[in-house]
């Protein structure tokens, strides 16, 4: 029996949609139909039951899925063991933008350690701007960060998307409106580092505000950003991945606005002839992480990306 087609059928399982299982394994549609029907041909029963938005799986569906899960789990350990993990020694230089080390970053970094023992790990966290730079300057073998990096030989990976909302202060009681940009706009406005993504969406969005353009404060610090919001200076657009306790204490709220803010595409991005050979390995880690932070917490606070970035 394939196991690439047990893996499929746990995806299916978990995710309940053909689309989104065909982006998590990087495949079609019809390569997920195709494995799900042999799997079915071989069994000899239906394990799942097709809705116009979702399946479901059929009482001999969850029985199989048990047994499947566990093949699966057993041939990624066989995989783990067979593998001479004492090879990848040395160091792997890994750049790494705040909104990321506020999220899924720390499950990333278990992961490397638990299969990489002998692995040093050197991390630098700055600006998605910056870090490109240094990468370009191949002071970086790779970056996790949400804008793909141009170049020969270099490659870039979707991980995963962070919806970015704006956000405010509960003390200035302003959760409960439905705003507009020109509302908004009475605020001091506190964004990421100038020239970054969100920075240009902010000065797009709020360019023919009917109050004029108003002062954008630009701060390179997520931390930084996210004190002066729950201070009450002003508002902000954020992904909400990065400031979960805040909301729950209540110190921060999500603001109803009439004009939706884009999502943060976060991409990774290595050299594929990089004498590292790790490179690669390191950026599948990371997209699993990635999308293993989206499928927990679901869809308001991280989804799986687009195929290609």
């Known amino acids: ?42 069994f000899g029963l239906r394990l ?32 783990d063991d067979m593998s001479d993990k004492q090879v990848f020694a040395g160091v792997i230089r890994i750049g790494v933008i705040e909104s990321i080390v506020h999220s899924w970053f720390p499950d990333f970094i278990g992961r490397l350690h638990k299969m990489f023992p002998r692995l040093q790990i050197e991390i630098a966290s700055d600006t998605t701007i910056h870090l490109r730079e240094q990468f370009n300057k191949n002071n970086l073998d790779i970056v996790l960060q949400a804008e793909p990096v141009i170049g020969p030989h270099i490659t870039n990976i979707s991980l995963c998307e962070f919806p970015m909302r704006w956000v405010g202060s509960a003390k200035l009681n302003i959760g409960s409106e439905t705003l507009s940009l020109s509302d908004l706009a009475t605020f001091p406005i506190i964004s990421f580092a100038r020239n970054s993504g969100p920075h240009a969406v902010i000065e797009r969005m709020l360019s023919n505000s009917e109050r004029g353009s108003p002062h954008v404060n630009c701060i390179a610090s997520v931390a930084t950003m996210i004190r002066l919001v729950t201070d009450g ?46 490179t690669e390995t390191v950026a599948r880690i990371a997209q699993e992480a990635a999308a293993d932070f989206a499928l927990n917490w679901g869809p308001e606070i991280a989804r799986l990306p687009p195929l290609s970035p």
Not at 34 to 41: F, G, K, N, V
């Open 48 to 79: 799942f039951d097709r809705g116009a938005r979702e399946v479901t799986l059929t009482t001999d569906g969850s029985k199989a899925l048990v047994y499947a899960e566990r093949m699966v789990k057993l041939m990624r350990e066989m995989k």
């Open 1 to 42: 029996m394939n196991i690439r087609f047990l893996e499929t059928f746990v995806w299916l399982a978990r995710l309940k949609n053909f689309r989104l299982t065909a982006e998590r394994l990087h495949t079609t549609q019809a390569a997920v139909s195709s494995r799900i029907a042999t799997l079915e041909q071989d």
């Open 233 to 278: 200076f002003g508002v902000a657009a954020v992904p909400p991945a990065i400031i979960q306790r805040e909301l729950n204490e209540d110190a921060l709220q999500v603001l109803r606005v009439d004009v939706e803010f884009p999502a943060l595409l976060i991409l990774a991005s290595f050299r594929a002839d990089n004498d590292n050979p790790l």
